[in-house]
Every structure is written in structure tokens, then in C-alpha cells.
């Protein structure tokens, strides 16, 4: 049993599933979405058809879901083993994302932690390189958010610090797509 992550689950240091392969799933799009549970905005996926997410899979040994259904405590877990191009020996593949009676449209009111940003471009970078990750930023919708610049003292709990490659990229790419920048307090 293996899940597929499309966040900061494809950063690896993340979390203790091994290995974290690259993979792609088919028929979701990957958005940012607001929630009535959260301040924030949360990373989900949506049905789509036409859609298509890179980002990675591992295992969950034992078929033990307990500790990662915590972690993903705002997402319900969905059946997407069909959906997911991998090359791999996994037979069962889960997906995570935010039911739809609980997703909003992200404002300026719920914004993105630049610090959980920086986790997920850096798991990108490291799996699917410098394409992967600026693959990120063009198929993400929801970029209306506000980015709160949380770099200082990092509020994602499983913050990875950025290199200067990471830093670089997610600067150019919130530049070029208008993204406002708010300071945190």
C-alpha cells in the first residue's frame, strides 16, 4: 500500500516513508483551497478529467494508515491506484484531498505559508528537478492567495530550510504570477 503525495509529502525529509519515488496521477488537479478548519490555505487536489499532478509516491508499511491519516487529518483519502503512473512494484495507491463541502476559494484572508512553500519546492526540486518544480507553480490554481512570508520563524511544523536554489525559484515564480507578499508579525 503506497500513497501519492502532490505537496509536502514529495519532500521525503517530510516524513519516514521510504522510498519516495516520483510518480504522476491522472484525472486530479492540484489547487489551493481555503477551509472553515483552518486559518490557511491548504495544498488539495480536485477531480479533473483533463487534469494530470506530478509528485511521488512511498509505502505505508504494514498497510498502517493511523499516523498518516493524522497528518492528513483535513483531507479524506481516496482509492487512486488506477489514476497513478509509476514505475514501481505498489498494487494499492491512495490519494489525499480536501472534501469538497469543506474547500473555499482562497482570498486574501487565507493565505500561503511561504515556509510550507518552501518545504514543497524543495521535495520537488530533489525528485523532479528544476522543470518538476516550475511544473508546480504553471498546473496549481489558486494563487489569488495572499503568501505570508513566514521565513523568519517558519509556522509550517515540518519546515525544511530552503536552499538558495529553492529561494530563487519560488521568488521568480510568485513574481511572475502577481502573488501578493505579506509580511508575518
Not at 134 to 145: D, K, L, N, V
Not at 163 to 176: A, F, K, N, P
Amino acid at each position: 500500500m503506497f500513497f501519492f503525495g502532490y505537496g509536502s509529502l514529495v519532500n521525503a525529509a517530510t516524513h519516514a516513508h521510504a522510498p519516495c519515488l516520483p510518480a504522476t496521477v491522472r484525472g486530479w488537479r492540484r489547487t489551493w483551497v481555503a477551509t472553515p478548519q483552518r486559518p490557511l490555505c491548504y495544498l488539495s487536489v480536485v477531480r479533473d478529467p483533463a487534469g494530470q499532478v506530478e509528485g511521488a509516491i512511498a509505502p505505508v508499511p504494514d498497510g498502517d494508515w493511523a499516523a498518516l491519516d493524522l497528518r492528513e487529518a483535513a483531507y479524506t483519502r481516496h482509492d487512486a491506484t488506477a489514476e497513478v503512473i509509476h514505475d514501481s512494484e505498489a498494487e494499492q495507491i491512495a490519494i489525499y484531498a480536501v472534501p469538497p463541502e469543506h474547500s473555499g476559494v482562497p482570498g486574501q484572508d487565507n493565505p500561503i505559508l511561504l515556509s510550507y512553500l518552501d518545504t514543497v519546492i524543495g521535495g520537488f526540486l530533489h525528485l523532479h528537478g528544476r522543470a518538476g518544480a516550475e511544473a508546480f507553480f504553471a498546473t496549481t490554481s489558486g494563487w489569488e492567495a495572499s503568501v505570508l512570508n513566514d521565513r523568519a520563524a517558519p509556522r509550517y511544523p515540518r519546515s525544511i530550510a530552503p536552499t538558495q536554489e529553492v529561494l530563487d525559484l519560488i521568488d521568480e515564480s510568485l513574481s511572475s504570477l502577481g502573488s501578493r507578499i505579506v509580511m508575518a508579525e
